[in-house]
């Protein structure tokens, strides 16, 4: 039978399976929360990291596939963490929808798609959850990207969704406080993008950085911990953890 001390806080991390997701999950459980892994369809990456952060501490973790761009799947994950954890503390809204979307070619199905699981699914998460955050005087981190405030033709759907995710986020800060801190991570380049093989490009994202590098993961990853356990007087704030692009942008 499984076990949990309520003594320990409890964060709600979407798309935690792989990358940046599965980053922000060890490093929070190695900061001492339990968490609730939310996953689609990476079932192999889920079982490697589950394997691991339960090793490090037993009855520590529990993982829930769900679709994000279905409506119910956000008080599915949150009836879950309760049920498994009766108490929620953090909620990271780091799933993404992410694929080429100019104007041209951008159906109106792929539209819904983006919003469904970058602006949609948080905010439902968000109303699922803030009940218990308040009761726990809790926190929201949201995984913005840069292009939410540089916006890319190529990208542009995609980065209207999650510039409404930064407007969710400002706006919920002051719906939720003062109970409950809600801020965001808007990341620039991390990790290459899987498909992303052209010295070229990556030569030009680099030459557009201040900081000549990517990001790693583990900084994106101690951002969200210090923006949920240590920066107890910021709330309604974009955090842009890029190198410097959008203070370079060309």
Known sequence: MQTHDDSRPVALITGAARRIGAGIARHLHAAGYDLLLHYRNSDDAMRTLCADL???RADSVHAVAADLAEAQAAKTLVDAAMQRFHRLDALVNNASAFFASPLED????QWDTLFAVNARA???LC??????LRERCGAIVNLTDLHAARPRPDLLA????????????????TTL??????????????????DES??????????HTPLGRIGRVEEIAESVRWLLMDAGFVTGQILRVDGGRDAHWA
């Open 122 to 124: 948080p905010f439902l």
């Open 198 to 207: 052209d010295p070229a490009a990556r030569e030009a994202m680099l030459a």
């Open 54 to 56: 339960q090793a490090a």
């Open 127 to 132: 109303q699922a959850a803030a009940p218990a």
């Open 158 to 173: 995609y980065a209207a969704s999650k510039a409404a995710l930064e407007a969710l986020t400002r706006g919920m800060a």
């Open 106 to 109: 951008t159906t109106a199905a």
């Open 177 to 194: 406080g003062p109970d409950v801190r809600v801020n965001a991570v808007a990341p620039g380049a991390i990790l290459w993008p899987e």
